[in-house]
């Protein structure tokens, strides 16, 4: 059985396909040009989507050595997303379904997140929680099943990967700025500086406050020392690191003990950071926790964790009919 599965949901074009449950490909497509304004502008993703898709698709179908006639169906990312860039892939798999007369199938890109988790060795048991912290999530998610997920709690504002690339633009660091805050963080002190952690209730995140206490501190110790951020670029960087981190697994301990979990895994962009994977691990000896962390291409946007869905949801026949459209603030229920 192989599906072919695309992924459009940001500015990262993707198509994998996967044979009896087995990624064979995975190709992504990047968009440089979002750099030039530092963040995603939507309507030049979709844009960039347009000219990528086909050569993405091509190119996964040519490297699982497939050919279009031996698919039996076709998965896309249905929400949630940018609505322009969920276009394009939508139509895309609904043509080629329609085409070659063949199921379509649609996929939650936020459980996709979660079950990238069943791609590799080794696979978390049921029930675990997963902390999906990307440039679009920060969320804590119960996972009971296959298709049974319940959102713990989510942030109020921004995700988590938003406040690492935004502090990278105060300190004229260029997009998307959080692999090199995480770079500059290793050579730096983390108790150098300190930032207020948000209080926020129950598994709920949020990052705009430290944002802004980020910008204010840089303004009163730039009007003192205008090479301030030049001078403490790498302890700037780990102090502010090191909150984001503390504030990610603050929550996830909560979690963990309050639901008495010890199957903890993490997803995301975010999850490529060397403070989170470190302070995780340290967490999880003194927790006595199972962590699981997906391979780094399965971590960002990508459509191999959608393929991993759309298997689980071929197996049960749950088809998606012609007339299925976009859905940008689509939720896990
Ligand atoms: O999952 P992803 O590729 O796309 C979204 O769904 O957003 O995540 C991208 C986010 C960006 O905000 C990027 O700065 C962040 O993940 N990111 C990192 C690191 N690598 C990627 N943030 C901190 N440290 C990293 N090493
Ligand atoms: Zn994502």
């Known amino acids: ?23 064979r490909s995975n190709i992504v497509a990047g968009q440089l040009i979002h750099e030039l304004y530092g963040g ?41 997303g940018l609505l322009g860039s969920l276009l394009v892939g939508t139509s895309f798999a609904k ?14 890109h936020i459980q996709a997140h979660v079950l990238a988790h069943f791609i590799d060795d080794p696979k978390p048991a049921f029930p675990f929680l997963c902390l999906t912290v990307s440039g679009g999530h920060t ?30 633009k105060l300190l004229g660091l260029p997009y998307p700025g ?3 805050i995480d ?5 730096g ?18 990052f705009s406050g430290i944002k802004t206490s980020i910008l204010y501190f840089l303004k009163k110790n730039m009007q003192e020392n205008p090479n301030f951020i030049e001078q403490n670029l790498t302890d700037i960087c780990a102090s502010v690191q090191d909150t984001l981190v503390r504030m990610l697994l603050q929550k996830l301990r909560r979690a963990a003990r309050e639901l008495k979990i010890k199957e903890i895994a993490i997803a995301g962009g975010v999850s490529a ?35 991993m869905v759309a298997h689980f949801k071929y197996l049960k026949q749950d088809f998606s009919s012609q007339e299925v459209s976009p859905m940008p603030r689509m939720e896990w229920e």
């Open 178 to 180: 959080g692999p090199l």
């Open 1 to 23: 059985m192989n599906i072919l599965a695309i992924e459009s949901s940001c500015d990262d074009t993707s198509a994998a396909v996967i044979t009896n449950g087995k990624i």
């Open 273 to 307: 950071n060397s403070g989170l994977r470190k302070s995780l691990k340290e967490m999880a000896e003194k927790e006595h926790w199972n962590i699981y962390i997906p391979d780094f291409q399965y971590c960002t946007d990508n459509a191999g964790m959608i393929a």
């Open 189 to 206: 002190n983390a108790k150098a500086f300190e930032f207020p952690l948000a209080e926020m209730p129950q598994y709920q995140f949020s």
């Open 139 to 168: 969320q804590i998610v119960l996972v009971k099943d296959y298709d049974k997920m319940e959102v713990l709690g989510q942030t109020m504002d921004d995700a988590v990967g938003e406040a690492f690339d935004k502090t990278a």
């Open 40 to 80: 995603v502008v939507p309507e030049l993703a979709s844009r960039a989507h347009q000219q990528h898709i086909v050569r993405v698709v091509d190119k996964a179908l040519s490297d699982a050595n497939i050919t279009k006639k031996e698919l039996n169906a076709i998965a896309f990312t249905r929400g949630p």
């Open 95 to 108: 043509a080629m379904a329609l085409a070659l007369d063949i199921p379509l199938i649609e996929v939650n």
């Open 183 to 187: 770079k500059y963080a290793q050579m």
